[in-house]
């Protein structure tokens, strides 16, 4: 109960952490704010040229039969950079702290959490756009309902790991370098690019998906594209298993982050 009255009394802080990340995103960048949707627009671009034009995959039809391989991708991508914004953001705010650590008692989870809302502002923006293409599609207007809660479950779940791993890269900075390609090979074998029936179609691919869908990260790509492709509910199962996910995710990341993080500013 201690840390949770400290969370809320320096709540001002973390605000402040999250508005200074946002303010020198794009400082003295002539485009500003507008990079923040097209840095995802150039990858969305090139990724479509690729899988769609080069290599013809094709994603499962929508409710609708609307068979549109960038809005799919899109919601994949969306999901991903999301979660990866956090992870990776989690270790750089904690080490860009350090300097004000050393000259003032504030708790060391204040600008990780900072840099978590600072992720989530960014993301709302993106999934801003990616809801008016679907609302002009036809998808169901309880889709803008579900979408804010997946997205606090997924800022959960993601936070608890960026916790850890800011911890650990501020004692090994080797972690950051580990974490981008551990990432990198995460974001592959994910059905971001790719649609999970693809696997069907090779030896073993049955079981290769049950496998796949233990991850939390395939449940939270598969629970936004419920909702925003197939137009439907997600599973009462897949709730329980994101909720579950989330809830270990950030207990685990606070109580290792809180215990270790004692004498974190004299590693920084």
């Given amino acids: 109960m201690a840390h949770v009255v400290e969370l809320w009394r320096y709540r001002g802080l973390i605000g402040n952490f999250a508005s200074r990340e946002l303010k020198s995103k794009y400082k003295h960048s002539v485009l500003g704010w507008a990079w923040s949707l097209i ?23 929508a409710h609708n039969g609307m068979t549109s391989y960038v809005v799919y991708l899109f919601i994949g991508l969306v999901v991903w950079n999301f979660f990866n914004n956090i992870v990776n953001g989690n270790m750089a705010a904690l080490v860009g702290a350090g300097s004000l650590l050393k000259k003032i008692y504030f708790p060391p989870y204040a600008p990780v959490l900072g840099n978590s809302l600072s992720a989530l502002v960014q993301t709302a923006i993106e999934f801003v756009v ?28 993601a936070t608890g790991i960026g916790l850890i791993f800011a911890l650990l890269n501020a004692f090994y900075r080797d972690v950051s370098y580990l974490v981008g390609v551990v990432l990198q090979l995460i974001f592959y074998a994910t059905p971001v690019i790719w649609p999970p029936d693809l696997l069907l179609a090779h030896r073993h691919g049955e079981l290769a998906l049950h ?23 997600p599973s009462p199962s897949r709730w329980g298993w994101l909720l579950l996910a989330s809830a270990v995710s950030i207990g685990v990341g606070l109580v290792v982050f809180i215990r270790g993080s004692r004498d974190v500013s004299e590693e920084l």
């Fill in 39 to 61: 840095n995802p627009a150039a990858t969305l671009a090139i990724f479509t040229v690729v899988f769609s034009t080069i290599f013809r995959a094709q994603p499962p039809a």
């Fill in 130 to 157: 990616l809801l008016g293409v679907l609302l002009g599609v036809g998808n169901g207007w309880w889709s803008f309902l579900l979408t804010p809660v997946l997205l606090a479950l997924l800022l959960v779940f």
């Fill in 211 to 233: 496998v796949l869908q233990v991850s939390p990260l395939y449940q939270f790509v598969e629970a936004f594209r419920d909702i925003l492709w197939r137009d439907v509910v």
